[in-house]
């Protein structure tokens, strides 16, 4: 059975700071997506990495992909309040199936 | 930009009745997917349709859950007799999966609560 584990699970930070967040994964893929959800919103679609080493970056975030570690890292620049949301990694064993989710990071970003 | 929408918004019912929750899926898109969020819990997957039938289920999806394709743009999921458990978010997505446009759509989601 896969399984995604992010931490931290909650996160709370000064504006301006840095942090990154990290989600493991238990089989070999290569497919990694990043959402975020704000409260009792729908999931909208950060970044997806399709191949080891791959890094994407949009604004204050950067998403990178190591499947060798079974790992990918959400990274924060700086952060500004409007980043406060939580944050979902989740895993596709192949083009299509199911995704899998993590338990979601809350990020809390105080001024 | 294309989005997938779903209606209703919200879905109040009584225990044992049945529901039906709607979805229009992305329009050149190929698969289809719910999946639900209990308050405060993370996102779980039911069921994924592709080729007009289910490519995959979770053990969430019994015998009490179906999903249609009645036409060429709606995509439903029927709860035939709900339980109080049932209660939850539940989210429409939809994806290409052509091996570039890999992202899967979410959309707003139904907010069903039964007593």
């Known amino acids: 059975e896969l399984k995604v584990e992010q931490n931290p699970l909650f996160l709370s930070m000064q504006e301006g700071k840095n942090y990154t967040i990290y989600c493991n994964y238990s089989?070999?893929?290569?497919?990694l997506y990043w959402y975020r959800q704000d409260p009792g919103k729908s999931l909208e679609s950060l970044f997806v990495l399709l191949s080891n080493g791959a890094v994407k970056q949009e604004g204050r975030l950067m998403a990178s992909l190591d499947t060798k570690a079974r790992l990918s890292t959400l990274h924060i620049t700086a952060a500004v309040h409007d980043l406060s949301a939580t944050y979902f990694c989740a895993v596709a064993e192949t083009s299509g199936s199911r995704l899998t989710f993590g338990e979601g990071t809350q990020l809390t970003v105080n001024p | 930009e294309p989005e997938v929408t779903q209606t209703p918004s919200h879905q109040v019912t009584q225990m044992g009745q049945e529901v039906i929750l709607r979805c229009v899926p992305i329009s050149n898109h190929l698969y289809f997917y719910w999946y639900r969020q209990i308050l405060g819990q993370k996102v779980e997957f039911l069921v994924s349709?592709?080729?007009?039938?289910?490519?995959?289920k979770s053990e969430i999806f019994d015998d009490q859950f179906s999903v249609e394709r009645p036409d060429g743009s709606n995509f439903t999921l029927k709860i035939r007799s709900t339980k109080l458990e049932d209660s939850a978010m539940y989210f429409c997505?939809?994806?290409?999966?052509?091996?570039?446009?890999?992202?899967?759509?979410f959309g707003p989601g139904t907010r069903l609560l039964v007593l």
């Open positions: 349709f592709y080729n007009n039938e289910i490519s995959e």
């Open positions: 089989t070999t893929s290569d497919r």
């Open positions: 997505a939809s994806s290409a999966a052509d091996g570039y446009q890999e992202t899967q759509y």
